[in-house]
């Protein structure tokens, strides 16, 4: 009898994972997957280009019905893990099917956050977390005109533009005054909304959503200041929280999300935990390449072969806008002993800005010219003492090359 591993989420986290283990031990567990939604595992990244009309849901699809027989893995779709008895070793679905493992992977992921204002439980008032959401919004600009995404962050202006080039009116709701406010600096923010707005979104800052109008059905949103504007539809991009509810359930240790170490083993032995569930050393995780490192580690300690250990990494943000070039990394802000230089050429829409402390990069941003984004992050990860090139660094990595 082989040992009986039971994966609970069958999403980008927990199917990497999988993948990660079968590379090196493909036939030591009997693997049985669980998931919430009535697919095999897609590519979360992609329900922009989804939405847009740029990507079908084949195009997105990561491991087919099939690709799962094919590895010898039970796959229960639409029917999600509800309860975990770890002292018999046994998950129950909602379905009442029972399942015993020897070891348990939690992928669980996050849920969105939506800001609990009157109405906001109304028809018409979604998240953009998965397929039927994108769904939802096809089907809305199918036959209404006024969106109003709220929450001008990266998922906020991806869902904005894929309900633009639907046909819809869209403004976008933010409650602070520049957009992606936690990855641009201000300059950057003006630049990327001035894009927008040429685009066609529009924008309303510093605005706090007090309700969400309708009878029966979203009609409008009502602001802290008593205007308001129509809506047929509201998406709500203001964030997410870990989905840690079945672990605290189970008496598993969590804080802001489930406490996990260095191997993403929790403080049960038997169970492990990997995505944007998980708490390592104080931090919470969102983007794909930090999840891809914890798939690694992870894999290789369920396949025993135990040597590697996650160890966090800085991750660059990328807006997936069709048209609108975008990159982020790092401690763009900077403080005290850190110098900025700056380039602007407002005319070309291009703007960088590199954060500089102790002779090496700490952060960049750059907007309208971002080919030489990966370079400086490969000098930001490597700690690169930028000294002999620091006159040239703006102007990217070939004539760094030339004055080296």
């Not at 809506?231 to 598993?252: E, F, H, I």
């Not at 800085?314 to 850190?338: A, C, H, M, Q």
Request: glycine residues 10%; proline residues 4%; contains cysteine.
């Amino acid at each position: 009898m082989k040992p009986a591993l039971v994966v609970v989420g069958n999403g980008m986290a927990g199917m990497r994972t999988v993948e990660e283990l079968l590379k090196l031990a493909p036939d030591m567990y009997d693997i049985t997957v669980f998931g919430a939604e009535p697919h095999g595992n897609y590519n979360r990244i992609l329900l922009s280009p989804l939405l847009a009309g740029e990507k079908s849901i084949a195009d997105i699809m990561l491991h087919t019905r099939e690709w799962y027989a094919e590895h010898g893995i039970t796959l229960h779709a639409g029917d999600p893990v509800e309860h975990i008895d770890r002292r018999r070793r046994v998950v129950r679905s909602a379905a009442g099917l029972e399942v015993r493992y020897d070891r348990l992977l939690l992928a669980t992921g996050s849920k969105p956050f939506i800001i609990p204002v009157p109405g906001h439980q109304l028809p018409g008032v979604i998240a953009f977390r998965d397929i039927q959401d994108v769904e939802t919004m096809l089907e809305a600009a199918r036959s209404h005109r006024h969106a109003v995404v709220i929450g001008g962050g990266l998922l906020g202006l991806e869902a904005a533009n894929g309900l633009l080039r639907q046909g819809m009116q869209v403004t976008v709701v933010h409650v602070t005054d520049c957009l992606m406010n936690q990855q641009l600096d201000k300059p950057a923010a003006q630049l990327l909304q001035k894009a927008l707005e040429h685009k066609g979104l529009r924008f309303m800052l510093n605005a706090q959503t007090a309700e969400i109008v309708g009878p029966d059905r979203v009609t409008a949103v009502r602001f802290k200041d008593g205007s308001e504007i129509p809506a047929d539809l509201v998406v709500m991009t203001a964030g997410v929280r870990p989905n840690m509810a079945l672990a605290q359930q189970s008496g598993l240790h969590c804080e802001r999300a489930i406490v996990v170490d260095d191997t993403l083993q929790t403080y049960d032995p038997r169970v492990y935990a990997v995505g944007e569930c998980v708490q390592h050393r104080s931090a919470t995780f969102g983007l794909v390449a930090p999840i891809w490192d914890q798939a690694r580690v992870c894999g290789a300690h369920l396949a025993g072969a135990g040597h590697r250990r996650y160890v966090q990494q800085t991750s660059p943000t990328r807006l997936k806008v069709t048209g609108v070039d975008l990159y982020s990394v790092g401690d763009f802000i900077g403080g005290e002993g850190s110098e900025d230089l700056v380039l602007r050429d407002p005319r070309r829409g291009v703007y960088k800005r590199l954060v500089l402390k102790d002779n090496r990069i700490a952060g960049a941003v750059l907007y309208g010219d971002v080919q030489d984004g990966p370079w400086y992050f490969g000098l930001i990860q490597n700690r690169t003492d930028i000294g002999a090139i620091r006159n040239h660094l703006l102007f990217g990595e070939a004539l760094c090359a030339q004055a080296a």
